[in-house]
Every structure is written in structure tokens, then in C-alpha cells.
């Protein structure tokens, strides 16, 4: 006789057999595939979902029982029955009330748990497609609400799972997540981490004294940041086409220019802003750990390159490809922190502190103190060290300089020795070498100076950091 209601009374007879259904299930995967057969013959899906139709009393016990089920299989064969049958979709997009944090803590468990099963076969059993093209992912549309969670666990557990599918590799899957309007998430990630850096700079802002109390938060508050770039690291891995231009373009348009390049000029600017050790230090997290060509290429185009002497009418377009739709939707008008800006005087003081950066750079390494020579030969060598980027800090930056600094690299100093023994001392013939691929480097470094023009019209966020105690962890 089947169960008609569920209530306080009698919900006990349902949730008891629940969980020994997911032990002798997970028992029977192991020594004795007939527990499993008779589980798909008596329909036991069905029924689960009928008593959650019934009363959402026993939701929590479901979900645990279903993750359990999910995370022991090991058979393919109960794996697909599992996944392919509807009934799973139904658990996903049901209206649980996550108002109950227990019951939230367990469906995410849920969610995470079938993505641990997918591969490019089972994946699509979890898809609804129309002419070959999905149209829906419950697992993956109803994970993402919980993204920016404010529990650390929840926010963890979501982003394992989005990993598991990015690397799955499916090109249809891989397409759904990339267009409109699901890839407003990564520019969401960017946001989340912006306002991680923005935590922290307030934090360094209040703290009047080094004590293990707040040099505790601050270690804190760095870890918190390291975690975001490596998850965004490891998103952009996965290598699903355009969304690691995404997250580069908001990377740089909602945060390093608007933000930490104009911190790093040396005059007084009207309004606060962040500390020019904070912007190093955030900037050579950002380059290390992302190791985005792209990126790092732009910001050492804006850093040591003087924009004035490439021609002032550069055309403001863009050179990657990616014209895109998304960024109308990605321009946030909430930006804009004062009030509204004209676009020309934005852009004016953005090209005047673009031309400043490189001479601030410098003089933050020859007559700064401790922390600013640190973090800007930091961020040097950061860019040095990142495929790809070598070509303009050389083609821009003269070479003795590098050579004072000692970072000149080895090869270049090989060279430089090797040519001295054989003309007995420094003469202009070194350029002979350096100069050799002098147009091919301009062309390409052009490419970003033209990028700089898009960028460059986000108008300035000003922050203020009095005192900073910060640690920099990338030495």
C-alpha cells in the first residue's frame, strides 16, 4: 500500500526506507547487480518523485539519498539508467525552498555529484536539444544561481562542478556556455573578484596597527583572491572558444584599467585610490596566475609604452575578433561612481595616465621604497616570465635599464658579453641584433596599443588605501 500523505506522524516510515534504499543500492552496485535491477523495475524514481509531490518533508533525506546513489555507482549501465531517465531534471529544477540552508547544503551535494558522472556520452543525456542545438541544461542554469553564494562550501561545490563540465569538452555544451545569455557568468566572476579586491582594499584601508588579528584577515582575504584567479585559471583551460576573451576583456575593463593601472601614477590625483603596492601586488597575481597572453600583453603595452608616440587617431576597435554581441551586454553602467563622466575627458586622462605609467613604474624601482621596488620588479619580471610578452617589454623598454635592474635576461646578456670581447667594448652595433624584427614587433604591439583605446573609455574608480601591511606572498 503506498504512502497517501506525509506528515510529522508518520514521516519516519518514509525516510527510514529512503536511506536504506541508497545503502543497499550502493551494496548491490558492488557484489550483486539484481539489487539494482529490481530498483529499475519497481520504479523507484517514480516514487521518489511522488512523495515529493506528496509533502517537502522528506526532501533533504531524497536529496541525500540520491547523492549517495550517484556518487557509488560505478556500473555504466545504472549510471545511464540514472541519467537519462527525465525524472533526474524533474529533482533539478524542483522548487525546493532554499530558504533552508540544510536543504540547499544537500542539493548543491546533489548537483555536484551528477556532474562527477559526466563524460561526452553522459552529458547528453542531461540536455534538451532542438535541430541540434541544446536549448536547455538544468544541471548547469540551476548550479550557477548559487555561484556568488555567500557560504564559502556552497561557492566551492558549484564551482567544482562547472569545472567538471567545461572539461568535459562537448562542442555542443561548450557552445550553450559560451553564448547569451549564459556566459554572463564569467562576466559576473570578474565582478565577484573585483569586489574581492575592493574587500581588501578596504581592509587595508581600517587597519591602523599590525597585529595577528588583522594580519590574519588580510592573509585571509589574499587566499580568497588566490582562490578566485585560479578558478578563473582553470576555467579559461578548459578551452572553450571566447571565453577567455571574455573574462580578459572585463578583466581589463572592469578592474585593471578603471582601477589598478591609474593607481600606480606618482601625482596626486583629486579623490582616493588604491595604494600603488596593493595595485602591484594585485596586478602581479593577476598576470602570474592567469597566464593569459592577451592580457599580459596589454598591460605591458600600457605600463612601459609611450601611446603618443604610436599616432594619436588610432582607431577604437577591436583586432581580436571578438566584436561582440557580448560586449553590449557586458558595458555596466552601474561603473560609473561619481555621476556621469564625458566620454573625452575620460579618455583624455586615461591616454595622460597611460604616457606617466612607465616613468612611474621606473621611479618606483630606483627612489621608491622596499615594497614598491619589490612589487614593480615583481610585476617586471611576471611579464617577462609569460609566453609571449617578452617582445614589448624589449622592443619598448631599453635594454641597459633592464640590464641595471638585473633582470636583463640571460641570453640578452650572453649576447651583450659575447659582443663586447669581440669589439672590445659597447658600441651601437648591439642594435644590429635587437633591431631584427623591429617591424613585425611594432605590428603586433600596435594591435594592442589599439586595444587600449576601447579600454580606456571605462571611466576611473577611485579608492583610497591610507596604510598597507600587506604581505607580498609572489616573492
Known sequence: MKVQVINDVNKDFVINPLRSIAELITYGDQHDLNFFEFFMEKKVMVEFVRILKISKIVSVQLLQTMSIMIQNLKNDHSIYYLLSNELINFLITYPFDFRDEELLSYYVSFL???????NKNTISLLVKTEKEEIVSFPLYVEAIRFAFHEDDMIRAAVRALTLNIYHVGDI??????ATTPHNKYFLDLVKFFRERCISLNGLLSTTTECSPESTS???????????????LSDVVSAGIPDVGTLITDNMLKLLIFPMLLPSLRIEVSNGKKLSSVTSLCLLCYILRILKIKDLANTVAAALICSIESFGPNIEAKRLDGFMAD?????????????????SNSVQHNCWHSASVLRDALISYITSG?????VGSLSVLTTLLQTKGCMLFIFHTLDESMLDALGILPRRKQHKKLLLKALIGEDTGEEQLFASENCSSNEAELNIYLQRLKVYCVIPLVNLHCDKCYLVIKFL
Not at 555542443?172 to 556556455?177: G, M, P, Q, R
Not at 621604497?369 to 621596488?373: A, G, K, L, Y
Open 217 to 231: 584577515k588580510i592573509v585571509s582575504a589574499v587566499d580568497e583572491i588566490e582562490d578566485n584567479l585560479y578558478y
Open 172 to 177: 555542443h555544451v561548450n557552445k550553450y556556455i
Open 369 to 373: 621604497d622596499d615594497m614598491q621596488v
Open 112 to 118: 555536484r555529484a551528477i556532474s562527477g558522472k559526466l
Open 326 to 342: 557580448h560586449d553590449k551586454e557586458s558595458h555596466v553602467d552601474d561603473e560609473k561612481p561619481g555621476g556621469n563622466l564625458d
